[in-house]
């Protein structure tokens, strides 16, 4: 796939001048980042508007690099102190965490709304199997967290929060929308697979350093969690490529960046992600028609385990049952498991006999309880037993997109990145247990792209194949 084939309407004295520009304000920031902050972001901004009026295309290339490669800044955050006395027990005191991916996806929503309704193309956008689920899910959180805002137990995080899951939505449906070139869909997975690549490398610097390792520029506490459960999906991703293309040079490729993925995904020591990945390697034997191969490469993989496993993971997985005996831990079958693992059932516990009953039907509002680093009794808690059954049917209808596309779709590569996302997807069902995997952007967004890249895919086979069908009825 030649660079010479994309297609960016934008003149190149105009897009030299953009990155000439952006060079220019980062240097600038670097001698006088106080001084500077406001008008950098300012002319950042209008940049991203301007190059989304001029091209999604450009604008999610940007977006998806922005994903992983982006620094963060954390607004109204606790305390160290009061982590320490327990004062920031709830969402709202761990404070909103905003990076360069989270104003652009603002931005980039924001100015696709305005350009669709000034080039009037409302009435053309397309009709998508997770519409509904998805409206009524975000429909019945918001709901909650605007009425828990008013009674005044939830603050302004909770309506950012919002704000941000109707993103993930709309960033999905502009992917569907306004991705109609087979080439563009390819070339936006590639950028997709290269910032991974990059991401990865990044990880394995801190593997000498002795810390569990998480995404890229995240500050001083990192989410390993998170890099994790993304890894799980961008392997995935390429593996279902791996077992589909038919190119023995992209296959040897292929292998390289599963391997460069796999190193720093081992060294976040994240159990949720372990579990999440052994849970995808599942997904891949039952549905992938090339199971011998993959059986033969989890028996070798098995057998090397023992030799190649770093001491600090296979330490980090026996932690859960051999932790010295602590305060607070549950004992589980006659077995003590750690107390990290204890406050997450714990909290399970907490919110179906104690925060459930007391708000059943809407919940407390998102950010409007404590804590939960768990996805779906978070579901619970903020939006109560209407969002949990709205939520579990979004999840299901993604589910369906997915498992169709990957049975219609007839490009080998296209198909085999619907197989992976698929199998990924399971593996994120299972991480959503001991993680926030669906509000997490660094998971979201990639995620939510993929799936709008895979069901562009099958719209656009469907489309080409209907046309080809009409050519052929005989004229009457």
């Known amino acids: 796939m030649s660079i010479k084939s994309i297609r960016i309407p934008i003149p190149p004295t105009i897009l030299l001048t953009f990155i000439l520009s952006t060079l220019l304000l980062y240097a600038t920031s670097l001698l006088a980042p106080e001084l500077v902050k406001g008008p950098i972001l300012l002319i950042a901004g209008l940049m991203i508007i301007i190059i989304t009026f001029s091209s999604i295309e450009l604008a999610l290339y940007f977006l998806i690099l922005a994903t992983l490669l982006s620094p963060e800044l954390t607004f109204g955050a606790a305390t160290h102190g009061e982590l320490v006395t327990g004062q920031a027990n709830t969402t709202e005191s761990r404070g909103i965490t905003l990076r360069l991916d989270d104003i652009m996806l603002t931005l980039i929503c924001i100015t696709w709304v305005f350009r669709i309704a000034?080039?009037?193309?409302?009435?053309?956008l397309r009709h998508t199997p997770i519409n509904q689920a998805a409206g009524l899910y975000w429909f019945v959180a918001a709901f909650s967290t605007f009425?828990?805002?008013?009674?005044?137990?939830?603050?302004?995080?909770?309506?950012?929060f919002i704000i941000k899951y109707l993103e993930y939505f709309v960033l999905f449906y502009i992917v569907v929308n306004h991705i109609h070139d087979e080439a563009i869909i390819k070339r936006l997975l590639i950028v997709m697979i290269v910032t991974c690549?990059?991401?990865?490398?990044?990880g394995m610097t801190q593997i000498p350093q002795g810390l569990r390792v998480s995404a890229p520029f995240e500050g001083i506490q990192g989410e390993p969690n998170t890099f994790g459960g993304y890894l799980m999906f961008m392997f995935s991703v390429v593996l279902g490529t791996l077992l589909y293309t038919t190119s023995n040079k992209q296959r040897y490729l292929l292998l390289l960046i599963l391997g460069i993925i796999f190193i720093p995904f081992i060294f976040t020591e994240s159990r949720s992600s372990y579990l999440s990945f052994f849970a995808a390697i599942l997904f891949f034997l039952f549905f992938s028609p090339k199971k011998k191969l993959l059986i033969f490469f989890c028996l070798g993989g098995i057998a090397l385990a023992p030799?190649?496993?770093?001491?600090?993971?296979?330490?980090?997985?026996?932690?859960?049952?051999?932790?010295?005996?602590?305060?607070?831990?549950?004992?589980?079958?006659?077995?003590k498991i750690d107390t990290s693992t204890s406050e997450r059932i714990k909290s399970w516990e907490k919110v179906i006999t104690k925060s459930f009953p007391n708000n059943p039907f809407l919940g407390v509002g998102v950010t409007g309880g404590s804590f939960l680093d768990a996805q779906y009794p978070r579901v619970l808690l903020e939006s109560g037993m209407i969002g949990l059954v709205l939520f579990i049917w979004f999840l299901?209808?993604?589910?369906?997109?997915?498992?169709?596309?990957?049975?219609?779709i007839t490009d080998p590569v296209m198909r085999g990145v619907a197989l992976g996302a698929l199998c990924g997807y399971g593996g994120l069902l299972i991480h959503a247990i001991g993680a926030n995997t669906f509000i997490i952007v660094r998971i979201m967004e990639p995620f939510m792209i993929t799936l709008g890249?895979?069901?562009?895919?099958?719209?656009?086979?469907n489309k080409k194949r209907k046309q080809q069908e009409e050519k052929e009825e005989p004229s009457v």
């Open 118 to 124: 000034i080039r009037n193309e409302i009435g053309v």
């Open 147 to 160: 009425l828990a805002f008013f009674q005044g137990n939830v603050g302004m995080y909770g309506i950012f």
């Open 197 to 202: 690549v990059v991401a990865s490398l990044i």
């Open 307 to 335: 030799f190649v496993i770093p001491k600090s993971v296979s330490d980090r997985i026996l932690f859960t049952f051999n932790q010295s005996e602590q305060a607070g831990q549950l004992d589980v079958g006659g077995i």
């Open 396 to 408: 299901r209808r993604v589910w369906v997109v997915m498992k169709r596309s990957f049975y219609e």
């Open 453 to 461: 890249l895979i069901l562009a895919m099958r719209i656009l086979e």
